[in-house]
């Protein structure tokens, strides 16, 4: 009998292997896309709950959420500038104080976090995209502190509209790459020679 204790990113990995949906996001990379648009449904309807709900606390960690995001932004850390943003959303979702969006939410930024939908922290590394998501950041947060939901709304909604596309761009650089490397695979095929 094998009385070892368990490795946790074996449990780890078997809770996702156990996890239907992130299996199926898993399998079908194309998800991704219907993830961002699900949290676009969400995200504009939690920023407005959190400008009118928020606490004073609410905001507060929402502010050092975003004060971590900046330092990380300004040590060129992509990395962790992509966990200072995971935790940014959930404390927006938190602060809407909604349970079932809370839970809801608290479930896809876990898997957010792993990448299973997409690697963000190479979206963190395109250029241009550190500095914009950061200006939204600061939109949004300022949004929610300032009370102003309908502001907060938009800056949110906006925030994940950029997200898709620089998603969707960062596919279509990857997919030209593929077909690059491809063609320079198949001349030195031809030739015979590397080029």
Request: charged fraction near 30%.
């Amino acid at each position: 009998m094998n009385t070892a204790p368990e490795d946790p990113e074996d449990t780890e990995e078997n809770a996702a292997k156990a996890d239907p949906l992130a299996r199926l996001l898993q399998c079908h990379p194309e998800t991704a896309f219907d993830y961002l648009e699900f949290r676009r449904m969400m995200a504009g309807p939690a920023a407005a709950f959190a400008a009118e709900r928020g606490t004073p606390a609410d905001i507060e960690k929402l502010g050092d959420c975003l004060r971590q995001m900046e330092e990380a932004h300004g040590l060129d850390d992509p990395s962790q500038e992509a966990a200072a943003d995971a935790a940014f959303h959930l404390a927006i979702y938190e602060a809407s104080h909604n349970e079932v969006l809370i839970r809801i939410m608290q479930q896809f930024i876990r898997m957010m976090s792993e990448d299973v939908f997409y690697e963000r922290t190479s979206l963190y590394q395109r250029r241009g995209v550190r500095d914009s998501f950061l200006r939204q950041h600061q939109a949004i947060y300022h949004a929610i502190a300032a009370g102003n939901p309908e502001a907060a709304r938009a800056t949110a909604d906006a925030h994940l509209a950029s997200t898709m596309e620089a998603l969707r761009e960062a596919q279509r650089a990857d997919a030209r790459l593929e077909v690059a490397l491809r063609r320079q695979q198949g001349a030195k095929l031809v030739t015979g020679k590397p080029k």
